[in-house]
């Protein structure tokens, strides 16, 4: 059985974030690490639309949160929390904040994306021409890069695939080089 069935049985055949029973998809919920049934919810195109884009969410769609934050799945909890934080300025969304409880590992699962922090406190990381760097971006490097601890060189013009980067750092990101998982300085990369 594929990752859709599972999610479609798990669900009852509905968005596991407003209960609608068309259109629905898997949704990965960043940063994907683990991915598969544990990490994903099964939502509408209507959630997933303003979930990728904030700039067109409806506040009045997500009142459906009320009930989907009690959900027993942690991803449909982190969803949850992460669109509430969109939306605390409302006034509605802070009071369910409020109930909400996640345990410590869910809460770091929800806080990852830096939803729910102010301007003023998110990590921002940019690439050399100051373009904004987000996990799973593909990078180049722009210089050859001794890597500290081994004999090997990062060559320049190497393609970096998906990212994850450091949130307590602007300047660190990590990717694969050859097959090694390496810490590269934001300031030696340039965003594809």
């Known amino acids: 059985m594929g990752l859709l069935e599972d999610l479609q049985n798990r669900s009852g055949n ?3 974030l407003c209960g609608v029973m068309e259109d629905l ?6 940063p994907v690490s683990t991915g598969g049934l544990d990490g994903s919810v099964l939502a509408c195109t209507t ?3 303003q979930i990728e884009n ?8 997500w009142r459906c949160l009320n009930d989907s934050m009690w959900s027993e799945h942690d991803a449909v909890k982190v969803v949850a ?5 969109r939306l605390k300025s409302e006034g509605w ?8 409880y996640l345990d410590d590992e869910i809460l770091t699962w929800a806080k990852a994306t830096g939803e729910g922090q102010d301007a003023t406190e998110m990590v921002v990381h940019r690439d050399s021409n100051g373009a904004i760097l987000e996990n799973g971006d593909n990078v180049v490097l722009i210089k050859d890069l001794k890597v500290k601890g081994s ?3 990062a060559k320049q013009g190497t393609a970096v695939r998906r990212i994850s980067l450091d949130r307590e750092n602007a300047e660190y990101i990590e990717g694969k080089v050859d097959g090694q998982q390496i810490v590269i300085l934001t300031k030696y990369v340039k965003k594809l």
């Open 81 to 85: 929390w992460r669109m509430l934080n």
């Open 25 to 30: 998809k898997v949704y990965e919920v960043p």
């Open 47 to 49: 959630c997933l639309g």
């Open 93 to 100: 969304p802070q009071d369910l904040l409020d109930m909400m």
């Open 151 to 153: 004999s090997m060189v």
């Open 14 to 16: 509905q968005c596991e």
């Open 54 to 61: 904030p700039d067109t969410v409806d506040a009045n769609h």
